[in-house]
């Protein structure tokens, strides 16, 4: 049964750490999607490879995310220094044509 | 550009009841429609697709949804829901393949449903 898998599922760290998140997307989805979640904003898109290659990443702020693709198997989001207003729920998507596979996510909680 | 505007954000309902989650969208192009549903503590889940042809579409779950060019609607319906439809459900457009490179999924802010016994 082909999924996306997120790690950690749970983070809780205290403000100024490093925060790195991973995902697996469901091999042979050329277009993967890093999703932030929160209550106050909804669902906003951090950034997005096609091929592994960023094709957006107009939704993340530079000075502190990033994101990258080491192989196709491996996305990765990071967060460094993290801030308490980056408490999330933090989702990795994969799929292609508006269909997408969404991960469980990833529960970030700075302190 | 696209947009999309879902009407409630939060829809209570009784079991067995029917139920409507309202979706307006503005593009000058046209677009592909989608509706997502995220149950509590996980990930989004496709629910269903218009991509062309039927303006009609149903989910296996009892959903069903119509695209409305003129109304530029794409409404969410199911005339009798179970409490474990209780979820938010999103609606999303795509610009078709021909409007460039950098298409990605445009969404509206979601609707919670809640199904009450």
């Known amino acids: 049964d082909a999924r996306v898998t997120q790690t950690p599922r749970h983070k809780v760290t205290e403000m100024g750490q490093e925060v790195t998140m991973r995902c697996q997307p469901i091999?042979?989805?050329?277009?993967v999607f890093w999703y932030r979640q929160t209550m106050m904003q909804g669902l906003e898109l951090l950034a997005y490879?096609?091929?592994?290659?960023?094709?957006?990443d107009s939704g993340m702020p530079k000075d502190r995310f990033s994101a990258e693709m080491p192989d196709a198997t491996l996305a990765t989001l990071k967060i460094q220094p993290s801030e308490p207003r980056d408490s999330a729920v933090y989702f990795c998507?994969?799929?292609?044509?508006?269909?997408?596979?969404f991960g469980e996510g990833s529960r970030l909680t700075v302190l | 550009a696209q947009s999309v505007t879902q009407l409630d954000s939060q829809v209570p309902v009784f079991e067995e009841a029917p139920v409507e989650l309202r979706c307006n969208y503005s593009?000058?192009?046209?677009?592909?429609l989608f509706w997502y549903v995220q149950y509590p503590n996980q990930g989004l889940q496709l629910l269903l697709k218009?991509?062309?042809?039927s303006t009609l579409v149903e989910s296996i779950n009892g959903f069903e949804a119509e695209f409305n060019k003129s109304q530029t609607s794409f409404h969410l319906r199911k005339p009798s829901v179970h409490i474990s439809d209780t979820a938010e459900y999103f609606c999303?457009?795509?610009?078709?393949?021909?409007?460039?490179?950098?298409?990605?999924?445009?969404w509206g802010l979601g609707t919670s449903l809640a199904v009450n016994p």
């Open positions: 999303a457009v795509l610009a078709p393949l021909n409007a460039g490179n950098n298409r990605k999924l445009i």
């Open positions: 593009s000058s192009v046209s677009v592909y």
């Open positions: 218009y991509l062309s042809g």
């Open positions: 091999l042979g989805h050329n277009t």
């Open positions: 490879f096609r091929n592994r290659a960023p094709l957006d």
């Open positions: 998507a994969s799929g292609f044509q508006g269909e997408l596979f």
